[in-house]
């Protein structure tokens, strides 16, 4: 059985940096895709980055390139999300996400429970 | 990037009708790489259809997908009490991937 174990609720300051993680189970982690996905309080999915854990190979949405970054540690099936210095506008849930191939394209399939984080002075 | 647009925005129905969303894309969806996704509230979203028209494991037949090009449309022949929820689509074909706004299904 696939799943996605992610980190608990963070609360933070601006300024603060956080990694928050997602550890995988029940397939093998070097031959997936994993990435994340933000849902904003009240508001819609957008997809962030993703990780090709077995060459570290890795994909960001231009919106959000240099203001977060993706890794993943293939020793222990676990994928990470860090930011440097955060802000409130990251206050939000972030889901880690199984990328599945369909015809070469990745898309998400299987979904962690979500990290809560709130950043507030 | 491209911009996907749900509609409507919110879809009131009983129990038992039938549901149609619709996906509209800015430009064309490259391969049909059109995914939809169901989240429930305080829940994971769920993979039901990729492909525009294939259903993920374990996902009920009355939930169907279609379209192609910029316009695809989802399904709910029969609405179960558990299908009351929240519908995304996504596109995977270009980068960057994009997510719709949503469509809520709401129990009239």
């Known amino acids: 059985e696939v799943q996605l174990v992610q980190s608990g609720t963070e609360v933070k300051k601006p300024g603060e940096s956080l990694k928050i993680s997602c550890k995988a189970s029940?397939?093998?982690?070097?031959?997936?895709?994993i990435g994340w996905v933000r849902q904003m309080p009240g508001k819609g999915l957008e997809w962030m980055t993703m990780?090709?854990?077995?060459?570290?190979?890795?994909r960001y949405n231009p919106s959000f390139e240099g203001q977060v970054t993706i890794s993943a540690d293939k020793s222990i099936s676990t994928a990470y999300l860090q930011w440097s210095s955060l802000q409130v506008s990251d206050t939000a849930m972030y889901y880690c996400a199984r990328h599945m191939l369909h015809e070469g394209m990745a898309l998400p399939d299987y979904w962690g429970q979500g990290t809560l984080v709130t950043v507030s002075s | 990037e491209i911009v996907l647009t749900q509609s409507p925005g919110t879809l009131s129905l009983s129990p038992g009708e039938g549901a149609t969303l619709s996906c509209r894309a800015s430009?064309?969806?490259?391969?049909?790489?059109l995914a939809w996704y169901q989240q429930k509230p305080g829940q994971t979203p769920r993979l039901l259809i990729y492909g525009a028209s294939s259903r993920a494991t374990g996902i009920p037949d009355r939930f169907s997908g279609s379209g192609s090009g910029t316009d695809f449309t989802l399904t709910i022949s029969r609405l179960e009490p558990e299908d009351f929820a929240v519908y995304y689509c996504?596109?995977?074909?270009?980068?960057?991937?994009?997510f719709g706004q949503g469509t809520k299904v709401e129990i009239k």
């Open positions: 430009q064309s969806v490259s391969g049909n790489y």
């Open positions: 029940g397939y093998s982690f070097t031959n997936y895709w």
């Open positions: 990780i090709y854990p077995g060459d570290a190979d890795t």
């Open positions: 996504q596109q995977y074909g270009t980068s960057p991937r994009t």
